[in-house]
Structure formats: C-alpha cells, structure tokens
C-alpha cells in the first residue's frame, strides 16, 4: 500500500520528478567529463563527456516507449474482459441425432 502512496506522490508532483531526473543526468556528465579515464576507450564515442549516462537514458526511455506500443498494440485488453458473460466465440457445433 505504500508503494501505491509513492507513486501517487510522484504522479502528482511529474514536473519536479523529471526535473530531478535531467539534473541528475546532468550532475553524471559533469563527473564522467571531470573525473573518468578515457585513455582506454575503445571508440571515439566514448571518449565524449557524458556518452554511456546519455546512451543509458535513451536506452532506458527506447525501452519504455517500444513497451507500451507493444503493449497498446494488441497485447492489452479490457478492463472487464473476464466479467463479459461467456458468449461463445467459437463457431457452434451442429450435433444430428
């Protein structure tokens, strides 16, 4: 019950939580471009400021956008799906005596 509480703060407060969000990024690019080695990177990519918090942001945003696509798509159903009365889909068997 907690859980939903926390959400609900967050949920109410969306603007200071991205804000919170890009200012942590921020403070990760400013430390990775001040205090990383980079003597031993293995492409010039890595090289640039801030490349792996940047790539894990997009990484992490791509794979909440692709789910809930995926999930809107056809993967998610009703709410009432299973309260619906059991109305046969399936096409009706003719039984001759």
């Given at each position: 019950?907690?859980?939903?509480?926390l959400?609900?703060?967050?949920?109410?407060?969306?603007?200071?939580?991205?804000?919170?969000?890009?200012?942590?990024?921020?403070?990760?690019?400013?430390?990775?471009?001040?205090f990383?080695?980079?003597?031993?990177?293995?492409?010039?990519?890595?090289?640039?400021?801030?490349?792996?918090?940047?790539?894990?942001?997009?990484?992490?945003?791509?794979?909440?956008?692709?789910?809930?696509?995926?999930?809107?798509?056809?993967i998610?159903?009703?709410?009432?799906?299973?309260?619906?009365?059991?109305?046969?889909?399936?096409?009706?068997?003719?039984?001759?005596?």
């Open positions: 019950m907690r859980l939903v509480k959400i609900e703060f967050l949920r109410n407060r969306l603007k200071t939580v991205i804000w919170a969000c890009l200012v942590v990024l921020g403070l990760l690019i400013l430390v990775d471009a001040l990383v080695n980079k003597e031993h990177a293995h492409t010039a990519l890595e090289r640039l400021p801030g490349f792996w918090s940047v790539y894990g942001f997009i990484g992490c945003a791509l794979i909440v956008i692709v789910s809930k696509w995926y999930g809107h798509s056809g998610m159903t009703r709410e009432d799906y299973y309260d619906a009365p059991a109305a046969s889909t399936a096409p009706e068997v003719s039984r001759h005596d």
